[in-house]
């Protein structure tokens, strides 16, 4: 092989490793896109689940005493809301259940407010 032509090779070589740096740095960044989100999504399943486990205990509890809905189980529906409201999550009708990124929303803000 001569000189010269290892040379084009090294060049060539040195060209396609740089695609490939590039491409590498752009799939880390998708890479870390998703682990962000799927963490948020974790975060967001956990909580829902935590949410419908309590709503199937609160509706087995009003099926077993039945008499009156009462103001107790209204009042403490109201607290698990502002709960997740302050841990981070929407509550109101446009966004219920998802991440609030951008610090307090005036929606869920009026909708705790009404009561
Ligand atoms: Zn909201």
């Known amino acids: 092989?001569?000189?010269?032509?290892?040379?084009?090779?090294?060049?060539?070589?040195?060209?396609?490793?740089?695609?490939?740096?590039?491409?590498?740095?752009?799939?880390?960044?998708?890479?870390?896109?998703?682990?962000?989100?799927?963490?948020?999504?974790?975060?967001?399943?956990?909580?829902?689940?935590?949410?419908l486990d309590e709503k199937d205990t609160s509706e087995q509890g009003n099926d077993t005493t039945t008499s009156s809905p009462g103001k107790k189980s209204v009042g403490e529906g109201h607290d698990n809301l502002a709960r997740l409201y302050h841990e981070g999550f929407h509550i109101c009708n446009m966004h219920y259940g998802s991440l609030r990124a951008n610090g307090d929303c005036l929606f869920c803000l009026s909708f705790l407010n009404q009561k």
Do not use: C, P, Y
């Open 1 to 51: 092989m001569e000189k010269k032509e290892i040379f084009s090779q090294v060049i060539h070589m040195e060209e396609r490793i740089g695609t490939f740096h590039d491409e590498l740095g752009e799939l880390k960044e998708q890479l870390a896109m998703l682990i962000e989100e799927n963490h948020a999504l974790a975060l967001e399943n956990q909580h829902l689940r935590k949410l």
